[in-house]
């Protein structure tokens, strides 16, 4: 019975139980068994939206509901019976290609050949938490109205206490699969994108940061940086300097260890690739993480941008390359180990949250030296809103406003500032 469950998935689809037998995978009772068990937790599933009754007086028959636009009742002499036909229905057995289960195979397999095999990666995570166990994907799709697939929405809000954020991957994912279905002539329209706005109440709230875990703020960025100069000396590990650097270019986790000496051209640095992680199929088929690797893309159009490289970036990036030549490398990437090799985006949040740690910060994470690099320069008002988003890499400002910009000043400075403001007006 080795590897059956992944081996009978091969086949269920096509309901080729045939070809399982001949090959000599299942006997014909495993086989049953295999059925029977399919058929008890489809039956269970709809037991908890349809209910299964037995007539009574002269109509014996076993009943239940149908999901639909027209919801229908059907009876059978048996409760075996009606379980098969139960089971039938949510596999639409006449019209293999008609429900969303019967897809997702083909449509992974697409999006991992438009996009990456990350992407399809991602997305199979969502289809397998929200998606797969639920008998609304072994539906009909041209069967599924607006109003009932708003409700599966919000009943999966409600049941699985959801933010807007994760929300919106399930809702991407089923845009995305029905717009396949479109396109494949499966079904006339997609009613995912005709689903009216849902509520901003329905949604839990996520979890607000203080200050204290989104920047580093007063004299905070400068005792991160002498200590990891210090570590720099201490181990001649260039990641450090690395973490300094990032405090005047607030790069985004994937682009630092992915910069290279040929992207500075005099006083700029262009960034114009990130690492990313790298997925492989393993020999069952499975998309399985395999390290990391470049990507010569950037997060986006407005990510690929030139920054102006401040006298602090230059010492930091001519520590780096002296760093590297006085252990006898000569490699283009700016960030190498002790054995010549490409540093790679966690060993930098290590030391950072290390080094945290060590004086008692709560700020963790790259994230945050991008963010408090930003609201620095915010806070400077020395260069235009727009120069600000294209130095962040953004398509709109009111991203950069409303996600990187936190105050920078000290709790006794923001305390006496609010003291002199509101009190100096009621003397």
Not at 143 to 168: A, D, P, S, V
Not at 327 to 347: C, M, V, W, Y
Request: overall charge positive.
């Amino acid at each position: 019975m080795k590897n059956i469950q992944s081996q009978i998935t091969n086949f269920v689809d096509k309901k080729d139980f045939a070809k399982l037998i001949e090959a000599g995978i299942m006997t014909e009772d495993e086989v049953s068994a295999y059925i029977m068990t399919q058929i008890e937790k489809i039956v269970l599933q709809h037991e908890k939206e349809f209910r299964i009754w037995q007539g009574t007086g002269s109509d014996k028959r076993w009943k239940t509901y149908l999901p639909g636009e027209k919801q229908i009742i059907i009876a059978k002499t048996s409760k075996e019976k009606l379980y098969k036909a139960i089971y039938d229905f949510y596999h639409s057995k006449a019209q293999p290609k008609t429900n969303l289960e019967n897809i997702i195979k083909d449509f992974l397999d697409y999006k991992e050949l438009e996009t990456s095999i990350a992407n399809a990666h991602k997305l199979e995570s969502v289809w397998n938490k929200y998606f797969a166990s639920d008998l609304l994907v072994k539906r009909s799709m041209k069967n599924i109205r607006i109003i009932e697939l708003k409700e599966w929405y919000l009943k999966l809000i409600e049941t699985n206490g959801l933010t807007k954020r994760q929300f919106n991957e399930i809702k991407s994912l089923m845009n995305m699969l029905l717009d396949y279905a479109v396109e494949n002539e499966l079904v006339d329209k997609n009613i995912s994108r005709h689903v009216s706005a849902i509520s901003y109440k329905k949604f839990k709230a996520p979890k607000q940061k203080n200050r204290d875990e989104q920047i580093f703020y007063g004299d905070m960025q400068k005792d991160i940086m002498r200590l990891a100069e210090k570590k720099f000396e201490e181990t001649g590990d260039t990641s450090y300097l690395g973490i300094c650097l990032d405090f005047v270019l607030a790069l985004r986790v994937g682009e630092l260890p992915a910069l290279k000496k040929s992207d500075i051209d005099g006083d700029y640095i262009h960034i114009q690739r990130q690492e990313i992680k790298h997925f492989i199929k393993d020999s069952t088929g499975r998309r399985v993480r395999d390290g990391f690797a470049i990507s010569n893309n950037t997060k986006s159009k407005d990510s690929n941008r030139r920054l102006y490289l401040t006298s602090i970036a230059k010492k930091y990036i001519r520590m780096i390359v002296q760093a590297n030549e006085e252990a006898g490398f000569d490699s283009d990437d700016l960030f190498i180990d002790k054995n010549g090799e490409r540093r790679h985006n966690p060993i930098f949040n290590t030391h950072l949250n290390k080094m945290c740690k060590e004086l008692g910060f709560t700020t963790t994470g790259n994230h945050s030296i991008r963010k408090t690099c930003i609201s620095n320069i915010a806070a400077s008002h020395s260069i235009s809103d727009d120069s600000l988003r294209k130095f962040a890499g953004h398509s709109d400002f009111r991203t950069t406003q409303r996600c990187y910009i936190f105050s920078t000043d000290d709790d006794l400075d923001e305390q006496k500032a609010l003291e002199e403001a509101l009190c100096g007006l009621c003397s």
